[in-house]
T-cell receptor, first 113, second 115 residues
Framework: DADVTQTPRNRITKTGKRIMLECSQT?????MYWYRQDPGLGLRLIYY???????NKGEISDGYSVSRQAQAKFSLSLESAIPNQTALYFC????????????FGSGTRLTVV | AQKITQTQPGMFVQEKEAVTLDCTYD???????LFWYKQPSSGEMIFLIY??????QNATEGRYSLNFQKARKSANLVISASQLGDSAMYFC????????????FGQGTELSVKP
């Protein structure tokens, strides 16, 4: 199994629908992140969490919410999807100490029509 | 202000030759980390190499090396002996230790390796 698993891998949804992207990790790390990548751009931070009780907004959190159900699980929700949320979404995790290397999931390609 | 700058949107290199991908960064912090990631057309983010701000020697990982010039705030990636499989997007990223370790990414460089 992959260290960081994202589901679904691909999703097409309609404008106005609620959708949840799920992420689970087996690294045992406390810190988890959701990033978004638009075509031709680098990744931008949506939300991050240091533990189950500590969730923080990133630079582009509007229109998104998250839930940290357990140390290993961090879900991203689009409450009412809109077309400009069409993007590639990445979940990542890293340890709290050491060289702080990130492990990324394989990404979820979301299309809002 | 953009904190990570990759000035080469696209580059070509001949197979078996070396190539340098440029990255400059902007921070007033003393403690930070610099990463390079590879993103092939399949989309996943593959970690290549890491350089800590206090590391005195340039990082190396196989065919990858990071040319770290702290005073100039540059962290260029050097790929030696390019292979066809190296064709991908390459992202430079900086970890901001003062901001809870979040990563800031550059806009990427698309590398194409010619046979």
């Amino acid at each position: 199994d992959a260290d960081v698993t994202q589901t679904p891998r691909n999703r097409i949804t309609k404008t106005g629908k609620r959708i949840m992207l799920e992420c689970s990790q087996t690294k045992g790390h406390d810190r988890m992140y959701w990033y978004r990548q638009d075509p031709g751009l680098g990744l931008r931070l949506i939300y991050y969490s240091f533990d189950v009780k500590d969730i923080n907004k990133g630079e582009i959190s509007d229109g998104y919410s998250v839930s940290r159900q357990a140390q290993a699980k961090f879900s991203l929700s689009l409450e009412s999807a809109i077309p400009n949320q069409t993007a590639l979404y990445f979940c990542a995790t890293r340890p709290g100490t050491g060289n702080y290397g990130y492990t990324f999931g394989s990404g979820t390609r979301l299309t809002v029509v | 202000a953009q904190k990570i700058t990759q000035t080469q949107p696209g580059m070509f290199v001949q197979e078996k030759e070396a190539v340098t991908l440029d990255c400059t960064y902007d921070t007033s912090d003393q403690s930070y980390g610099l990463f390079w990631y590879k993103q092939p057309s399949s989309g996943e983010m593959i970690f290549l190499i890491y350089q800590g701000s206090y590391d005195e020697q340039n990082a190396t990982e196989g065919r990858y090396s990071l040319n770290f010039q702290k005073a100039r705030k540059s962290a260029n990636l050097v790929i030696s002996a390019s292979q066809l499989g190296d064709s991908a997007m390459y992202f430079c990223a900086m970890r901001e230790d003062r901001h809870w370790g979040k990563l800031i990414f550059g806009q990427g460089t698309e590398l194409s390796v010619k046979p």
